[in-house]
């Protein structure tokens, strides 16, 4: 769109990322529902926020970090510890 800079865009969502509850609210109270998904506004600069390695996202002059999921172990193959 003309004269939308690119900050002004919302966040895409990331696989696993956390999703807002039935009220569209991201538990805990921290964390903010945008563009169907949960995430955190980090203080950080716009340099910082891009080090991030494509997970951090500046909008409207804030930095939003995704709320991952934490990786779940294989269940199909449990590993055996010794």
Do not use: F, I
């Amino acid at each position: 769109m003309p004269g939308v800079r690119a900050e002004d865009t919302l966040p895409e969502l990331l696989p696993g990322q956390t999703r807002p509850n039935a009220k569209g609210r991201c538990p805990p109270s921290q964390h903010v529902a945008l563009n169907g998904g949960c995430w955190v506004a980090a203080p950080l600069t716009r340099e910082k926020c891009e080090a991030l390695g494509g997970n951090g996202h500046m909008y409207k002059g804030v930095c939003y970090v995704p709320v991952l999921l934490p990786e779940r172990p294989p269940t199909s193959h449990p590993v055996r510890k010794p």
